[in-house]
Nanobody
């Protein structure tokens, strides 16, 4: 079994910064892409940023230039540095990872439980 545990959410004023972390643990042979998604009340879950195992990144247009995704493969951890936060960034942020649990196995998507980010004055 694989667990993803997020941390770092909270309340921040507009223009502020937060750093989210997500650590994967359990039966892990390898991890392909890792990413962050978010879901605001009444809205569908959307991709925020994704990073491949070799460091290629992709961002939603709404966060380009403000958010930075990174990962530490040795720690099976992905980070999301969020700067210049706006009220519209308020959402529950979910970590996602494509994990293979055994040699020759297939990659499966796993999700964290989510962490609340609230941007408000």
């Amino acid at each position: 079994q694989v667990q993803l545990v997020e941390s770092g959410g909270g309340l921040v004023q507009p223009g502020g910064s937060l750093r989210l972390s997500c650590a994967a643990s359990g039966t892990i042979f390898s991890i392909n892409a890792m990413g962050w998604y978010r879901q605001a009340p009444g809205k569908e879950r959307e991709l925020v940023a994704v990073i491949t195992s070799v460091g290629r990144t992709n961002y939603a247009d709404s966060v380009k230039g403000r958010f930075t995704i990174s990962r530490d493969n040795a720690k099976n951890t992905v980070y999301l540095q969020m700067n210049s936060l706006k009220p519209e960034d308020t959402a529950v942020y979910f970590c996602n990872a494509d994990v293979r649990t055994a040699y020759g196995g297939i990659y499966r998507a796993y999700w964290g439980q989510g962490t609340q980010v609230t941007v408000s004055s």
